[in-house]
Each structure stands twice: as C-alpha cells, then as structure tokens.
C-alpha cells in the first residue's frame, strides 16, 4: 500500500514548554505532504523529520489563535529564501488573507511564488480539497472563534490484478490498468476470462481525521465515524472539567468518548495544557473509555 502517515512536529497547547512544541503535524499520503497548524517552531520540527520543505504542498489551518498559526509567516519567508517556484496554498478560516498580506509585503517583498489562501467555512462540513487520490474535508469544532478540523480521505482504491494469472495467460503490461478497471481478458484461442478472475479486493479507502481545539460535541462522532485514526484535542484531564468549559476545550475522557461513538481505528490525544509534566494521566483516563488511545508525541510517526 502507499504511505499514509502522520507526522507529530508538535503537540503542545498555548504556551510551549521544553518537552512540546506548538500545534503542527504532516499528513503524508501517496507522496504528497499536507501541514496541518504551524506553530512556533514548526521549521525546526520540519528539519527534524527529514520532510524537505519543498515537499510541503499545502497547509491547513484550524483557528486562528497564535499556537497554531504563529509559524506561518516564518514558514512562507522560508520557502521564498530556499526558491520555491510552486505555488503555496493555504486553507484557514476567514480574516488569515488579510494579515498574511499586510506581514508579506513586510517581511518578504518581492517573493518569487504564489501564496493562494482559500477561506474556509468553519461550520458546515465540505470537501474543501480533491485529487485524484484523495479528498480533504471541515469538520466544524466548538471553540472561542471559528474552528474547525480536517479530514483527509483516500479515494477508493483499484482492485489488485493477480500475479500468477499475468504470468498463466500471459498478459502484456498495456492491458494490466484496463483490467484493473472492470475489464476482463481474452486469450488467443479465444478463451474469456472474467474480470473477477484476474483480480483481487482492493485495499480499503483510509481515513485520518484531525480535531483541533474544541470544547466536547456529543454529534462530532456522526462526521468522524469509522476512521482509521483521530487525533483529537485532549488539553485536560478530568480534574480541570471546568477549565475546559471555559475555554472551550476537551477532557482525555470525552475525546475517548467520541472515538467510542465514532468507532474509530484509533485515538491520538494531544493538545496538551502545559501544566501537565506526565501525560500518562490523560492515556490513562482516555483508556478507562477507549482502549486504543494513545499520546502524541513530538517526532512520532503514525500509519494511518
């Protein structure tokens, strides 16, 4: 199958701390690199992780609270400085466009590609993304400003065509994507062989779905539902409940419930408040709900 990963560059909250960074990661899938946030910190992370800078493709922000778009700027000068010629597109919530405007003809006049940003609607669920590969997708958040998550979903994959019926019948490579397709094969003496012969099941489609700040919403498994993987804020434990109905953010406990709901593959907690020096705390109360729940942490690669 194609690498489809997540790479952690940060999974701390507001302020960072010597053990995390600010909100980023890289979902990389069939070749292509998507980031997702960029907080402070983000390019040092990036060199970590060996991921060229001119790999990034796009960038997808969630809110625009500084943790997690604080590295954009900095971002954006990089890749002028290191030649860029692609062009860089950036979805984020409404009112980015402007202010990253005013900061380029700043900090980077005369910047040799193109930085396309595409305003998001926070609350409605939409494929804001596609390729031929792929779909990327808003999941509308609860938080103290626009926000929202993404979801990034394989395109159903072709059907296997099967290695030892090329070699029996002799098939010539020119007709292996026909098959592929729903086509059968018919031999020289005439001999027809069904398309359902030749092949086997394709893989199932994967899904990695990223929530960002949020306070706990009961319906938030019915847009996340079935994913092979969620990453879900995770800023409390259950002794600070009423820190996260004040601002707006989620228990370790209630993104467990909502991968419980959901049925998801697999919970990753992150979004850490920078009060907790262990985090096991919080695996330990997300598991209590969701067994499959584990910490991000900086530097971790995921398979989706």
Same mark, same amino acid.
């Given at each position: 199958?194609?690498?489809?990963?997540?790479?952690? =560059?940060?999974?701390?909250?507001a302020?960072?701390?010597?053990k995390?960074f600010a909100?980023c990661?890289?979902?990389e899938i069939?070749?292509k690199?998507?980031?997702?946030?960029c907080?402070?910190?983000?390019q040092?992370q /990036?060199?970590?992780?060996?991921i060229?800078?001119?790999?990034?493709?796009?960038i997808f922000i969630?809110? =625009?609270?500084?943790?997690?778009?604080?590295?954009?700027?900095?971002m954006?000068?990089?890749?002028?400085?290191?030649g860029r010629?692609?062009? /860089?597109h950036?979805?984020a919530?409404e009112?980015?466009?402007? /202010? /990253?405007?005013?900061?380029? %003809?700043?900090?980077?006049p005369?910047?040799?590609? %193109?930085?396309v940003v595409? !305003?998001v609607n926070?609350q409605?669920? *939409?494929v804001v993304?596609?390729?031929?590969?792929l779909?990327? %997708?808003?999941?509308?958040l609860?938080?103290?400003?626009?926000c929202?998550?993404?979801?990034?979903r394989?395109k159903?994959?072709l059907?296997?065509?099967r290695r030892?019926m090329?070699?029996y019948?002799n098939?010539?490579?020119?007709?292996?994507?026909n098959?592929?397709?729903?086509?059968g094969?018919?031999t020289?003496?005439g001999v027809?062989?069904e398309?359902?012969? =030749?092949?086997t099941?394709a893989d *199932?489609?994967?899904?990695y779905a990223?929530c960002?700040?949020?306070?706990y919403m009961p319906?938030?498994h %019915?847009?996340? *539902?079935?994913?092979?993987?969620?990453?879900h804020?995770s800023?409390y434990?259950d002794?600070k409940?009423d820190n996260a109905?004040?601002?707006?953010h989620? !228990?370790?406990r209630?993104a467990?419930?909502?991968?419980?709901?959901a049925g998801?593959? *697999?919970?990753? =907690?992150?979004?850490y408040?920078a009060?907790?020096?262990d985090e096991?705390k919080?695996?330990?109360?997300a598991?209590?709900v969701?067994?499959?729940?584990?910490?991000?942490q900086?530097?971790m690669?995921?398979?989706?």
């Amino acid at each position: 199958m194609q690498p489809f990963r997540v790479h952690i =560059l940060g999974c701390g909250s507001a302020l960072p701390t010597l053990k995390h960074f600010a909100t980023c990661q890289v979902v990389e899938i069939r070749n292509k690199c998507f980031m997702i946030d960029c907080g402070e910190g983000a390019q040092i992370q /990036l060199r970590r992780t060996h991921i060229h800078f001119t790999a990034i493709q796009s960038i997808f922000i969630s809110h =625009l609270h500084g943790d997690h778009c604080f590295g954009l700027m900095g971002m954006i000068c990089s890749f002028g400085m290191l030649g860029r010629e692609a062009p /860089l597109h950036i979805y984020a919530p409404e009112g980015l466009e402007g /202010l /990253l405007k005013e900061q380029m %003809e700043m900090f980077c006049p005369g910047l040799q590609y %193109e930085v396309v940003v595409h !305003t998001v609607n926070t609350q409605e669920n *939409k494929v804001v993304y596609e390729d031929r590969s792929l779909t990327i %997708e808003t999941i509308p958040l609860n938080h103290r400003i626009s926000c929202c998550g993404y979801l990034f979903r394989e395109k159903p994959l072709l059907p296997h065509i099967r290695r030892d019926m090329i070699d029996y019948l002799n098939i010539p490579l020119s007709q292996i994507n026909n098959i592929k397709m729903g086509g059968g094969w018919t031999t020289e003496e005439g001999v027809f062989y069904e398309h359902e012969r =030749l092949v086997t099941p394709a893989d *199932k489609p994967r899904a990695y779905a990223y929530c960002s700040d949020t306070a706990y919403m009961p319906g938030l498994h %019915e847009l996340v *539902k079935g994913v092979d993987l969620l990453y879900h804020e995770s800023t409390y434990c259950d002794d600070k409940l009423d820190n996260a109905l004040k601002y707006y953010h989620s !228990t370790a406990r209630q993104a467990a419930q909502v991968a419980k709901d959901a049925g998801v593959g *697999k919970l990753l =907690l992150g979004h850490y408040s920078a009060r907790y020096n262990d985090e096991s705390k919080l695996q330990e109360e997300a598991r209590e709900v969701f067994k499959q729940s584990f910490l991000a942490q900086e530097n971790m690669i995921v398979d989706v």
